[in-house]
Protein backbone atom coordinates (compact mmCIF):
# COMPACT_ATOMS: atom_id res chain seq x y z
CA UNK A 1 0.00 0.00 0.00
CA UNK A 2 0.83 3.80 -0.59
CA UNK A 3 0.71 6.15 1.81
CA UNK A 4 -1.47 9.40 0.78
CA UNK A 5 -3.93 12.23 1.49
CA UNK A 6 -6.66 13.13 0.19
CA UNK A 7 -10.94 13.61 0.45
CA UNK A 8 -13.83 11.01 1.50
CA UNK A 9 -16.30 13.80 1.11
CA UNK A 10 -16.94 17.61 -0.01
CA UNK A 11 -16.87 19.41 3.24
CA UNK A 12 -14.48 17.29 4.97
CA UNK A 13 -10.83 17.93 5.41
CA UNK A 14 -8.10 16.09 4.00
CA UNK A 15 -6.53 13.18 6.36
CA UNK A 16 -4.30 10.14 5.23
CA UNK A 17 -5.06 7.22 3.41
CA UNK A 18 -3.72 3.94 2.55
CA UNK A 19 -4.38 3.48 -1.46
CA UNK A 20 -3.08 1.01 -4.15
CA UNK A 21 -1.04 1.29 -6.97
CA UNK A 22 -0.67 -0.83 -9.75
CA UNK A 23 2.41 -3.33 -10.63
CA UNK A 24 4.32 -1.44 -13.44
CA UNK A 25 3.35 -2.91 -17.03
CA UNK A 26 5.57 -3.64 -19.56
CA UNK A 27 5.14 0.53 -20.56
CA UNK A 28 4.89 1.76 -17.43
CA UNK A 29 7.14 3.97 -14.71
CA UNK A 30 7.17 3.36 -11.33
CA UNK A 31 7.96 6.88 -9.42
CA UNK A 32 8.41 7.62 -5.88
CA UNK A 33 7.20 10.77 -5.67
CA UNK A 34 9.09 13.96 -3.79
CA UNK A 35 7.14 16.85 -4.36
CA UNK A 36 3.93 18.25 -5.85
CA UNK A 37 2.45 21.24 -6.51
CA UNK A 38 -0.48 22.22 -4.87
CA UNK A 39 -3.12 23.81 -7.91
CA UNK A 40 -6.55 25.49 -7.69
CA UNK A 41 -8.05 22.20 -9.49
CA UNK A 42 -7.07 20.28 -6.53
CA UNK A 43 -9.13 22.56 -4.19
CA UNK A 44 -12.16 22.83 -6.80
CA UNK A 45 -12.18 19.02 -6.88
CA UNK A 46 -11.52 17.93 -3.54
CA UNK A 47 -14.54 20.58 -2.57
CA UNK A 48 -16.92 19.36 -5.69
CA UNK A 49 -17.18 22.69 -6.83
CA UNK A 50 -16.81 21.63 -10.01
CA UNK A 51 -19.59 18.45 -9.46
CA UNK A 52 -18.35 14.83 -10.47
CA UNK A 53 -16.03 14.44 -7.96
CA UNK A 54 -15.48 10.79 -7.00
CA UNK A 55 -14.53 9.98 -3.91
CA UNK A 56 -11.88 9.37 -2.40
CA UNK A 57 -10.24 12.09 -4.08
CA UNK A 58 -6.41 12.26 -4.18
CA UNK A 59 -5.35 15.27 -5.82
CA UNK A 60 -1.90 16.46 -7.18
CA UNK A 61 -1.08 16.86 -10.58
CA UNK A 62 2.20 18.71 -10.80
CA UNK A 63 4.19 15.81 -9.55
CA UNK A 64 8.08 15.46 -9.36
CA UNK A 65 10.03 12.24 -8.68
CA UNK A 66 12.46 9.79 -9.02
CA UNK A 67 12.18 6.47 -11.21
CA UNK A 68 11.73 2.95 -8.91
CA UNK A 69 10.73 0.91 -11.56
CA UNK A 70 10.06 0.67 -14.98
CA UNK A 71 8.44 -1.69 -17.27
CA UNK A 72 9.92 -4.49 -19.89
CA UNK A 73 9.10 -1.91 -22.96
CA UNK A 74 10.54 1.44 -21.79
CA UNK A 75 13.47 2.39 -23.10
CA UNK A 76 13.07 5.89 -22.49
CA UNK A 77 13.54 6.23 -18.91
CA UNK A 78 15.43 4.35 -16.55
CA UNK A 79 15.96 3.53 -12.84
CA UNK A 80 16.85 6.57 -10.46
CA UNK A 81 16.08 9.46 -12.93
CA UNK A 82 14.54 12.49 -12.25
CA UNK A 83 11.15 12.96 -14.05
CA UNK A 84 7.19 14.83 -13.96
CA UNK A 85 3.87 13.80 -14.66
CA UNK A 86 1.44 16.74 -15.23
CA UNK A 87 -2.12 16.93 -15.54
CA UNK A 88 -2.89 13.75 -17.89
CA UNK A 89 -1.64 10.25 -17.87
CA UNK A 90 -3.52 8.73 -21.03
CA UNK A 91 -5.66 9.20 -24.00
CA UNK A 92 -7.16 7.35 -26.44
CA UNK A 93 -3.74 7.63 -28.34
CA UNK A 94 -5.62 7.48 -32.14
CA UNK A 95 -7.22 10.20 -32.16
CA UNK A 96 -6.56 13.39 -35.00
CA UNK A 97 -5.70 15.24 -31.84
CA UNK A 98 -3.75 12.64 -30.16
CA UNK A 99 -1.80 11.73 -33.42
CA UNK A 100 -1.04 15.32 -33.37
CA UNK A 101 1.13 15.14 -29.84
CA UNK A 102 -2.19 17.44 -28.41
CA UNK A 103 -3.69 14.99 -26.19
CA UNK A 104 -5.37 17.37 -23.81
CA UNK A 105 -7.61 18.14 -26.41
CA UNK A 106 -8.47 13.78 -26.99
CA UNK A 107 -11.51 13.56 -28.76
CA UNK A 108 -12.26 10.56 -26.48
CA UNK A 109 -11.07 12.32 -23.85
CA UNK A 110 -8.15 12.18 -22.12
CA UNK A 111 -7.44 10.49 -18.41
CA UNK A 112 -6.81 12.65 -15.51
CA UNK A 113 -3.96 12.26 -13.38
CA UNK A 114 -7.41 12.42 -10.68
CA UNK A 115 -10.63 11.71 -10.63
CA UNK A 116 -10.97 9.86 -14.12
CA UNK A 117 -11.89 6.76 -14.96
CA UNK A 118 -9.73 3.80 -14.87
CA UNK A 119 -9.97 -0.18 -14.71
CA UNK A 120 -7.79 -0.69 -11.15
CA UNK A 121 -9.34 0.47 -7.93
CA UNK A 122 -10.73 2.38 -6.75
CA UNK A 123 -11.83 2.60 -10.36
CA UNK A 124 -10.72 6.27 -10.57
CA UNK A 125 -7.35 7.73 -10.69
CA UNK A 126 -5.67 8.87 -7.55
CA UNK A 127 -3.25 11.57 -7.64
CA UNK A 128 0.17 12.92 -6.31
CA UNK A 129 -0.26 13.71 -2.90
CA UNK A 130 1.02 10.27 -2.21
CA UNK A 131 4.29 8.60 -1.84
CA UNK A 132 4.37 7.41 -5.43
CA UNK A 133 2.45 6.69 -8.96
CA UNK A 134 2.38 4.05 -11.78
CA UNK A 135 2.02 6.15 -15.18
CA UNK A 136 2.30 5.11 -18.48
CA UNK A 137 5.76 6.32 -20.12
CA UNK A 138 4.24 7.86 -22.44
CA UNK A 139 2.99 10.55 -20.11
CA UNK A 140 6.23 10.82 -17.89
CA UNK A 141 8.42 13.55 -18.92
CA UNK A 142 12.18 14.08 -18.22
CA UNK A 143 13.73 16.91 -15.82
CA UNK A 144 16.86 17.97 -16.30
CA UNK A 145 16.93 21.47 -13.85
CA UNK A 146 19.67 20.90 -10.69
CA UNK A 147 18.70 18.43 -7.49
CA UNK A 148 17.86 22.60 -5.77
CA UNK A 149 15.52 23.46 -7.70
CA UNK A 150 13.14 20.64 -8.24
CA UNK A 151 10.11 21.66 -5.74
CA UNK A 152 9.95 24.76 -7.53
CA UNK A 153 9.82 22.73 -10.54
CA UNK A 154 6.59 20.92 -9.83
CA UNK A 155 4.23 23.72 -10.72
CA UNK A 156 5.81 24.03 -14.31
CA UNK A 157 3.86 20.51 -14.97
CA UNK A 158 0.31 22.64 -14.87
CA UNK A 159 0.97 26.45 -14.36
CA UNK A 160 4.19 26.18 -16.60
CA UNK A 161 2.77 24.55 -19.71
CA UNK A 162 -0.90 26.06 -19.27
CA UNK A 163 0.97 29.60 -19.93
CA UNK A 164 3.55 28.17 -22.45
CA UNK A 165 1.13 26.16 -24.60
CA UNK A 166 -0.80 29.43 -26.03
CA UNK A 167 2.88 31.53 -25.82
CA UNK A 168 4.14 29.28 -28.41
CA UNK A 169 1.24 28.68 -30.11
CA UNK A 170 0.25 32.17 -30.68
CA UNK A 171 4.14 32.83 -31.71
CA UNK A 172 5.11 35.22 -28.72
CA UNK A 173 9.10 36.30 -28.86
CA UNK A 174 10.90 39.73 -29.68
CA UNK A 175 8.79 42.39 -31.39
CA UNK A 176 5.39 41.14 -30.13
CA UNK A 177 3.98 42.55 -27.07
CA UNK A 178 2.23 40.79 -24.61
CA UNK A 179 -0.38 41.38 -21.50
CA UNK A 180 -0.12 39.24 -18.73
CA UNK A 181 -3.62 39.35 -16.86
CA UNK A 182 -3.32 38.25 -12.96
CA UNK A 183 -0.19 37.81 -11.33
CA UNK A 184 -0.65 35.06 -9.23
CA UNK A 185 0.12 30.80 -9.63
CA UNK A 186 -0.40 31.15 -13.65
CA UNK A 187 0.21 34.81 -14.45
CA UNK A 188 3.44 34.60 -12.55
CA UNK A 189 4.91 31.57 -14.87
CA UNK A 190 3.34 33.88 -17.77
CA UNK A 191 5.16 36.55 -17.16
CA UNK A 192 8.49 34.81 -16.94
CA UNK A 193 8.02 32.62 -19.91
CA UNK A 194 7.08 35.36 -21.78
CA UNK A 195 10.50 38.00 -21.20
CA UNK A 196 12.27 34.70 -21.83
CA UNK A 197 10.96 34.80 -25.23
CA UNK A 198 11.78 37.72 -25.53
CA UNK A 199 8.41 40.00 -25.85
CA UNK A 200 7.51 43.52 -24.36
CA UNK A 201 5.40 42.09 -21.28
CA UNK A 202 3.12 44.38 -19.76
CA UNK A 203 1.97 42.73 -16.31
CA UNK A 204 -2.06 43.65 -15.38
CA UNK A 205 -2.83 43.22 -11.62
CA UNK A 206 -6.19 44.65 -9.77
CA UNK A 207 -3.34 45.83 -6.63
CA UNK A 208 -1.05 48.80 -6.58
CA UNK A 209 1.07 46.58 -3.95
CA UNK A 210 1.48 43.60 -6.71
CA UNK A 211 3.87 46.28 -9.05
CA UNK A 212 6.88 46.24 -8.10
CA UNK A 213 6.27 41.97 -8.01
CA UNK A 214 6.05 42.15 -11.36
CA UNK A 215 8.34 43.62 -12.20
CA UNK A 216 10.72 41.58 -10.02
CA UNK A 217 9.01 38.33 -12.09
CA UNK A 218 10.20 40.30 -15.49
CA UNK A 219 7.63 42.33 -16.45
CA UNK A 220 8.97 45.72 -18.38
CA UNK A 221 5.69 47.64 -17.24
CA UNK A 222 2.63 46.86 -14.92
CA UNK A 223 -0.60 48.33 -15.48
CA UNK A 224 -3.32 48.63 -12.64
CA UNK A 225 -6.44 47.78 -14.25
CA UNK A 226 -8.54 49.58 -11.95
CA UNK A 227 -6.93 52.49 -13.45
CA UNK A 228 -8.91 54.19 -15.93
CA UNK A 229 -5.69 56.11 -17.69
CA UNK A 230 -2.90 53.77 -17.18
CA UNK A 231 -5.43 51.27 -19.32
CA UNK A 232 -6.50 53.69 -21.84
CA UNK A 233 -2.69 54.83 -22.34
CA UNK A 234 -2.23 51.18 -24.00
CA UNK A 235 -5.30 51.12 -26.36
CA UNK A 236 -4.83 49.07 -29.46
CA UNK A 237 -1.33 48.16 -28.53
CA UNK A 238 -1.17 44.35 -27.84
CA UNK A 239 -0.16 41.46 -30.13
CA UNK A 240 -1.45 39.35 -27.56
CA UNK A 241 -2.58 39.06 -24.46
CA UNK A 242 -3.08 36.02 -21.79
CA UNK A 243 -5.79 36.40 -19.38
CA UNK A 244 -5.08 34.06 -16.40
CA UNK A 245 -8.06 35.35 -14.07
CA UNK A 246 -10.41 32.72 -13.66
CA UNK A 247 -12.92 35.17 -11.44
CA UNK A 248 -15.61 36.63 -13.19
CA UNK A 249 -15.03 40.11 -15.24
CA UNK A 250 -15.03 42.50 -17.84
CA UNK A 251 -13.21 41.10 -20.77
CA UNK A 252 -14.29 44.03 -23.50
CA UNK A 253 -11.75 46.09 -21.02
CA UNK A 254 -8.96 44.43 -22.17
CA UNK A 255 -9.99 43.73 -26.27
CA UNK A 256 -10.19 47.27 -26.25
CA UNK A 257 -6.37 46.93 -25.49
CA UNK A 258 -5.78 44.39 -28.70
CA UNK A 259 -4.52 45.51 -31.82
CA UNK A 260 -6.34 45.34 -34.93
CA UNK A 261 -5.92 40.86 -35.32
CA UNK A 262 -5.36 40.87 -31.67
CA UNK A 263 -5.68 37.93 -29.61
CA UNK A 264 -6.77 37.69 -26.08
CA UNK A 265 -6.70 33.93 -24.69
CA UNK A 266 -8.49 32.39 -21.54
CA UNK A 267 -6.64 30.12 -19.48
CA UNK A 268 -8.78 30.49 -16.07
CA UNK A 269 -12.38 29.45 -16.38
CA UNK A 270 -14.60 31.25 -13.98
CA UNK A 271 -17.07 30.21 -11.32
CA UNK A 272 -19.81 32.62 -13.22
CA UNK A 273 -20.09 32.96 -17.12
CA UNK A 274 -17.96 36.32 -17.97
CA UNK A 275 -20.05 39.33 -19.02
CA UNK A 276 -20.98 38.64 -22.52
CA UNK A 277 -18.22 40.98 -24.80
CA UNK A 278 -19.10 43.43 -27.39
CA UNK A 279 -19.73 41.86 -30.68
CA UNK A 280 -18.86 45.67 -32.09
CA UNK A 281 -15.37 45.70 -30.48
CA UNK A 282 -14.30 42.16 -32.50
CA UNK A 283 -15.66 42.54 -35.52
CA UNK A 284 -14.74 46.39 -36.19
CA UNK A 285 -10.95 45.46 -35.09
CA UNK A 286 -10.88 41.59 -36.54
CA UNK A 287 -9.85 40.45 -32.87
CA UNK A 288 -10.56 37.43 -31.20
CA UNK A 289 -11.13 35.68 -27.88
CA UNK A 290 -9.78 32.31 -27.58
CA UNK A 291 -9.30 29.55 -25.03
CA UNK A 292 -6.39 27.22 -24.26
CA UNK A 293 -5.99 23.64 -21.87
CA UNK A 294 -2.69 23.15 -20.73
CA UNK A 295 -0.52 21.53 -23.36
CA UNK A 296 0.34 18.35 -25.20
CA UNK A 297 3.24 15.88 -23.69
CA UNK A 298 5.79 17.17 -26.73
CA UNK A 299 5.20 20.87 -25.68
CA UNK A 300 5.11 19.84 -22.14
CA UNK A 301 8.96 18.41 -22.40
CA UNK A 302 10.05 21.37 -24.78
CA UNK A 303 8.75 23.77 -21.94
CA UNK A 304 10.61 22.13 -19.65
CA UNK A 305 13.16 21.90 -21.70
CA UNK A 306 13.48 26.09 -22.37
CA UNK A 307 13.06 26.25 -18.18
CA UNK A 308 15.94 24.54 -17.60
CA UNK A 309 17.99 26.17 -19.93
CA UNK A 310 16.89 29.72 -18.85
CA UNK A 311 17.07 28.72 -15.22
CA UNK A 312 13.22 29.22 -14.78
CA UNK A 313 11.11 27.52 -11.97
CA UNK A 314 7.95 28.75 -10.06
CA UNK A 315 8.29 31.32 -7.20
CA UNK A 316 7.16 28.48 -4.03
CA UNK A 317 6.52 28.14 -0.31
CA UNK A 318 6.89 24.25 0.71
CA UNK A 319 4.82 23.03 3.21
CA UNK A 320 3.99 19.50 4.69
CA UNK A 321 0.84 17.55 3.85
CA UNK A 322 -0.80 17.84 7.11
CA UNK A 323 -1.04 21.42 6.00
CA UNK A 324 -2.73 21.00 2.88
CA UNK A 325 -6.17 22.79 4.34
CA UNK A 326 -4.98 25.34 5.34
CA UNK A 327 -2.74 25.77 1.89
CA UNK A 328 -5.95 24.93 0.23
CA UNK A 329 -7.71 27.92 2.32
CA UNK A 330 -5.35 30.48 2.00
CA UNK A 331 -4.65 29.58 -1.94
CA UNK A 332 -8.55 30.70 -2.15
CA UNK A 333 -7.73 34.25 -0.94
CA UNK A 334 -5.02 33.99 -3.07
CA UNK A 335 -2.88 34.24 0.01
CA UNK A 336 0.70 33.10 -1.32
CA UNK A 337 3.88 33.51 -3.63
CA UNK A 338 3.26 32.27 -5.75
CA UNK A 339 2.11 28.39 -5.44
CA UNK A 340 2.54 25.90 -2.67
CA UNK A 341 4.41 22.54 -3.12
CA UNK A 342 4.16 19.83 -0.92
CA UNK A 343 7.39 18.12 0.44
CA UNK A 344 6.02 14.60 0.10
CA UNK A 345 8.45 13.02 2.28
CA UNK A 346 6.28 14.49 4.94
CA UNK A 347 3.42 11.45 3.88
CA UNK A 348 5.67 9.34 6.34
CA UNK A 349 5.33 10.94 9.35
Known amino acids: MTKAFGALAAHQKLEALDIARRAPGPHDVQIDIAYCGVCHSDLHTVRAEWG ?14 TVTAI ?60 QRIVVSDRFVLRIDHPAQQLAAVAPLLCAGITTWSPLRHWQVGPGKKVGIVGIGGLGHMGVKLAHALGAHVVAFTTSESKRQDALDLGADEVVVSRNPDEMAAHAGSFDF ?68 QHGIVSDIEMIDIQQIDEAHDRMQKSDVKYRFVIDNASLAA
Open 52 to 65: GTLYPCVPGHEIVG
Open 71 to 130: GDAVTGFAVGQTVGVGCMVDSCQHCPSCAEGLEQYCENGFTGTYNSPTPEAPGHTLGGYA
Open 241 to 308: ILNTVAASHDLDAFVALLKRDGTMCLVGVPEHPHPSPSVGMLIFGRKSIAGSLIGGIAETQEMLDFCA
